[in-house]
């Protein structure tokens, strides 16, 4: 059975604010709560106009104050922009107020353009070059405190809070590996070396104290309507995001268009389909037979899947949607509410 987790970026739509986003980002986990997916994790983005989630760990705690089950954390937080012990400490904090329901996805990129991440970090230098130190710092704060042990991560020491690595690349496949952790991947906007660092996770995996085998997490889009006509104009949205990136022009959620093809020209049309690939786009048929494909071909321990859909009702009933799907594919124990 391929388990069920949502990714959400907090979108921030043309003509909505931040406010509305997070009013939104929590209407959906308690659906998706009651529609019976696993996870529900908020990923760490900066100077985005359209993503409303840069204070991660404060999105994490809003949502989980409004669930109740349902686990809730990070995907991921980008460690090189922070210190371990603030880390540690804010993700002890959360899994103090809510137990058993924190995860801590970590990732090496800025989650920004230079410029920004240049901003951000604490050093002059590359602080992605100290990745996996700064994981094994991260990973000692949340031990048991040792007696004599001059600082300590309070809260946090001693509290179990699941690590996940993240990557779109082979490095933070074979240090996952390295250290026995869960791995996801980022195929929902950069599906290029998914296959290879698959490949080199499962095959280079050594056990831990916290994960005995390989355990693979892969992001997907799915867009999910009534009609497969409805979805591919949901759909565009997403498209569009990707557009005005590529173009430099980053910018909030823009509603869907009848014709993407009027927008877009053929350069920037082959880029967002091969950044994209990994999307599933129809009816609840369309999209049951989409997510299983792609759970076969993969071997995926799970699924998150992720949607940029402008109109909040329009995202709510894609997620019930997806969901549905999985539970006809026997992968959710419970219907949809």
Not at 21 to 37: I, P, S, V
Not at 240 to 253: A, H, W, Y
Request: aromatic share 8%.
């Amino acid at each position: 059975m391929t388990a069920l987790s949502i990714l959400d970026l907090s979108p921030i739509c043309e003509g909505g604010t931040a406010a509305d986003a997070f009013r939104n980002t929590r209407d959906l986990a308690q659906h998706a709560e009651g529609w019976g997916y696993r996870r529900y994790w908020l990923a760490e983005h900066h100077n985005m106009p359209g993503i409303a989630s840069a204070a991660t760990s404060l999105v994490i705690s809003h949502v989980a104050a409004a669930t109740r089950s349902i686990r809730v954390g990070a995907g991921g937080i980008m460690l090189p922009n922070h210190s371990p012990l603030l880390i540690a400490e804010q993700f002890g904090t959360l899994a103090s107020l809510y137990p058993g329901r924190i995860d801590l996805g970590l990732g090496r990129a800025p989650g920004s353009d230079q410029a920004t991440a240049r901003a951000l970090r604490r050093h002059g230098v590359d602080t992605a070059e100290r990745f996996p130190q700064d994981v094994a710092e991260l990973q000692a704060y949340f031990r048991p405190p040792r007696p004599g042990q001059a600082v300590q991560a309070v809260p946090g020491g001693g509290l179990d809070v699941p690590i996940w690595l993240l990557g779109s690349s082979l490095f933070s496949a074979q240090l996952a590996a390295q250290l026995g952790l869960p791995f996801a991947f980022a195929s929902h906007f950069a599906p290029g070396f998914m296959t290879a660092a698959l490949d080199l996770y499962r095959s280079r995996f050594q056990p831990s104290a916290s994960l005995h085998k390989p355990y693979v997490m892969l992001g997907l889009n799915v867009f999910a309507a009534a009609t497969e006509a409805e979805a591919r104009r949901l759909f565009t949205s997403l498209q569009l995001q990707f557009v005005n990136l590529i173009r430099g022009t980053p910018g909030k959620l823009n509603p869907p268009v009848d014709d993407i093809d009027g927008v877009w020209s053929a350069a920037e049309r082959s880029h967002v389909e091969r950044s994209l690939a990994c999307t599933v786009v129809g009816d609840l048929a369309m999209v049951q037979e989409g997510m299983r494909e792609f759970a076969e071909r993969t071997g995926a321990d799970e699924l998150m899947v992720t949607a940029q859909v402008y109109d909040h009702h329009a995202r709510l009933e894609s997620f019930r949607l997806t969901a549905e799907a999985a539970r006809q594919l026997g992968w959710l124990d419970q219907p949809p509410a």
